[in-house]
């Protein structure tokens, strides 16, 4: 073994004897209220990866889809058609606001998938719940912040999982979630003429 | 139809327009090199929801695990036992370098990781190759970062997407990339105790 080798190995016993230490504290369990937010890519995609998780561990979950396009009809299909068992899918929403231009329409729709979503947290067999681009129909006011913010804090089981996605969450929202992660466009191959391609965005 | 709600949709029309005026300007597909990074969540796992998307359009791909751990063995099962005709699901590392506190090791697998990988890169068959936690080896300098950014910019089959995750993403990587998200951390659940748990870390 060379001396480089020996720093190394040092280096990372050291590393590993603190982490083990924090990870210690760490003891207890709970159903947690997780955001994705920020302009980057991955939003969807995580909270997707993560209802695949649960789906691994056999563990019951729900999606509602506020805003139809968040997530892809091959995603849902694979959902259904393979684990329709474990994982409920709804979508509930008429696509981007933008691309209905019909506000009456919207609040109605987003109202539909709130009453949904809360029908679902409510059950406690199911162990997760993703909001897919829910904070789109908050920041638009489409359902009262604060009626999400109380039904999360007072009415969610305490040992499910709550996921919401979507740009510009609310601070309110952020400031009662347990896990936040605001995704950072750093690059983005719009930018250089590259379409929306099968596979990474739908 | 209110006043507020016909101003809402006057400016989603506008909206709508000036969308729909920049999505006409991309029109070329090509195979990304998508980099996930930064301190939060979410790098891992939406390379896994970008996997289960290709899955789901029966794109076939495949998952080089550079460090165990960064993936769970169920996602794995899963993936394994359900879809292994689509999706290939290789573990090289032996877990993250702070557990294993010895550098000649996890270079001799970094190495062979990287070796892996290529094959599945240069098979065309191959929609989609994650190289899951790369970038940990990448900046330990397991593998040495010149043959990788060599092998990405002139072997790497033109339709090909290969998602890189990890943390401290190498800046010459985020240079040759088209596609970079940072992942931050905004709120972390461990800071108040609570431990890593079954269908959100693991």
Chains 1, 2 share one sequence.
């Not at 994705?36 to 997707?48: I, L, P, Q, V, Y």
């Not at 393979?82 to 506000?103: A, K, L, N, V, Y």
């Not at 919401?164 to 719009?190: C, Q, S, W, Y």
Request: aromatic share 6%; net charge neutral.
């Amino acid at each position: 073994m060379t001396d480089d080798s020996d720093r190394h190995n040092s280096k990372m016993a050291k590393k590993k004897a603190a982490r083990d230490k924090i990870m210690a504290t760490k003891t207890d369990e709970k159903g947690l209220i997780i955001v994705h937010t920020g302009k980057g890519k991955g939003k969807s995609t995580a909270g997707f990866g993560m209802i695949f998780r649960c789906i691994a561990h056999q563990m019951p979950c729900a999606v509602v889809q506020f805003i139809k396009g968040g997530m892809s009809t091959g995603e849902r299909d694979l959902i259904e058609s393979r684990f329709g068992d474990i994982c409920q899918f709804h979508t509930m929403g008429e696509g981007f606001t933008w691309e209905t231009q019909d506000r009456d329409r919207d609040v109605a729709a987003a109202r539909a998938a709130w009453e949904k979503a809360k029908t679902l947290i409510r059950d406690p067999a199911n162990r997760m719940v993703l909001l897919d681009e829910i904070n789109i129909a908050l920041r638009y006011d489409y359902i009262p912040l604060e009626e999400v913010l109380s039904f999360l804090t007072t009415e969610k089981p305490e040992m499910t999982h709550v996921v919401m996605t979507g740009r510009n969450a609310r601070d309110e929202l952020i400031e009662i979630a347990d896990l936040v992660t605001e995704m950072e466009l750093v690059k983005h191959p719009f930018r250089a003429g590259i379409k929306a391609q099968i596979g990474v965005e739908f």
